[in-house]
């Protein structure tokens, strides 16, 4: 199915009547108050752990993770394919067994896996949809997780049989566990594209409700001043 992140290049004019016209109820994210996963890492001594997420366009999941306390870096990228497919061009046309993801490399002394989880769950993207994420369709905007070892695995599924047997949502969790067999930057252009497109009509529609769900929901974990892939945005 085709993608249509066509939708990002809307004119400024043509995104704000949108918006008029469609109100509050299409113009913000969804986000879903979830428990915390009952199964969790302990805290380590090791500075430094990853995990990449794929949510939909690594946009919005960018952003948010850029914006939590403990996260020292967010890449968007590309994980699922072979190195010589990643690239936007080719996984755009959702025929690279890639999605686009993003590498959450995060200090397990101030926030726990368990911790980047809820929020990956509640509010960085919905889980329940299957092969898109809002506007975007296709197997390269599917919700998957790609554990860096065994024991973020077995956190990652227990979570979501957590989450399915819990009620949270209306339908089934859609996201996939799947294998890590390389996690590929995207273009620099994708990176920090939230902070240096705020303006950008996709960004205001679908990824900085994200930014303010999380500062709600999460505010003991939130930071007002995003770490960037590169200095200065």
């Not at 108050?33 to 794929?54: C, G, N």
């Not at 994980?79 to 959702?94: D, I, P, Q, W």
């Not at 959450?104 to 949809?129: C, E, M, N, W």
């Not at 303010?212 to 505010?219: A, E, V």
Request: glycine letters at 8%; one cysteine or more.
């Amino acid at each position: 199915m085709a993608s249509r992140k066509a939708g990002r290049k809307w004119p400024a004019l043509a995104a704000l009547g949108f918006l008029l016209l469609a109100g509050p109820a299409l113009a913000a994210e969804q986000a879903f108050r979830i428990d915390p996963p009952a199964q969790d890492l302990p805290a380590a001594e090791m500075q430094s752990a990853s995990i990449v997420l794929a949510g939909g366009c690594f946009w919005g999941v960018q952003g948010v993770f850029q914006h939590v306390k403990g996260v020292t870096s967010a890449v968007s990228g590309y994980a699922g394919g072979n190195a010589r497919t990643a690239s936007y061009t080719l996984v755009s046309t959702g025929q690279t067994e890639h999605a686009e993801a993003v590498e959450v490399t995060y200090d397990p002394r101030q926030i726990s896996l368990g911790r980047i989880l809820q929020i990956f769950f509640s509010v960085a993207h919905d889980p329940t949809q299957l092969m898109r994420q809002g506007p975007d369709v296709g197997p390269q905007y599917r919700s998957a997780i790609f554990p860096a070892n065994e024991a973020q695995r077995k956190v990652v599924a227990a979570y979501i049989a957590q989450l399915d047997a819990s009620g949270a949502y209306r339908k089934p969790v859609a996201t996939k566990v799947e294998a890590l067999n390389g996690f590929f930057p995207a273009e620099d252009y994708h990176q920090d594209y939230m902070t240096r497109n705020p303006r950008q009509p996709y960004i205001v529609i679908n990824d900085a409700p994200k930014v303010d769900n999380l500062s709600k929901l999460f505010s003991d974990l939130y930071r007002e001043k995003p770490v960037l892939v590169f200095a200065g945005g």
